[in-house]
């Protein structure tokens, strides 16, 4: 008996450690630090360049820069910093994306007063879900109360998005900003934004995806 108990608890670890590895070995990187492959941008303006293993993007205009390929049900996690002065990005997921227009959810990233880095936005569309306008609304003052200290505005910025069917979650540095319930997008591709502040450079590193 005692045998049998044994060899079932070595199983149950070898099993457990098995899983484990596959599940780290699900996530994909979405950029390789040295090259723009994967990416692309449909706009006739903006410029992606890759420094010090970095995607910075540097505009005079809005525009996005896409994945290739289009994600439904995902955890997508990646860091941003944020140039000084103003500024404004965002990350597109499960996005639509056209010949100089992107739009869908958008995690915003606010270096703005109204700190509401984390909500989630319809970019070019219903514009924002979560949390609602105007910025002294009782939702506006719930979602900063619930995401106070999250983002660091001279600093690398951790994102997280899980998009499982028609649930949304967002977490800026391991705090939940966003969970909501919406279904107007199943699949769609991810992108990231440059606002259109002339000679600002918006930096992203450590994309990557793990598929649901």
Excluded at 9 to 23: G, H, I, N
Excluded at 63 to 91: H, Q, V, W
């Amino acid at each position: 008996m005692e045998k049998t108990m044994i060899a079932a608890l070595f199983f149950a670890t070898v099993s457990a450690f098995s899983a484990s590895e596959t599940k780290d070995a699900s996530w994909t990187s979405l950029f390789d630090g040295k090259t723009l492959d994967g990416w692309e941008n449909p706009y006739g303006w903006g410029e992606a360049k890759v420094v010090d293993g970095e995607i910075q993007l540097v505009a005079d205009k809005k525009f996005f820069l896409c994945t290739d390929r289009i994600y439904t049900n995902f955890i997508f996690e990646a860091e941003i910093k944020m140039p000084e002065g103003k500024s404004n990005s965002g990350f597109m997921f499960r996005c639509h994306v056209e010949p100089n227009k992107v739009y869908g959810y958008q995690a915003e990233v606010d270096t703005d007063d109204r700190a509401w880095s984390g909500g989630l936005y319809d970019e070019g569309r219903r514009q924002w879900l979560n949390p609602l306008k105007p910025v002294d609304s009782p939702s506006a003052d719930a979602f900063r109360e619930k995401t106070k200290g999250s983002f660091k505005r001279n600093d690398w910025n951790t994102y997280k998005i899980k998009a499982e069917g028609p649930h949304l979650q967002i977490w800026v540095n391991n705090i939940l900003c966003t969970d909501y319930t919406d279904d107007m997008d199943a699949a769609g591709y991810i992108a990231i934004q440059h606002h259109g502040e002339k000679g600002q450079i918006y930096k992203f590193r450590n994309l990557r995806i793990k598929e649901l």
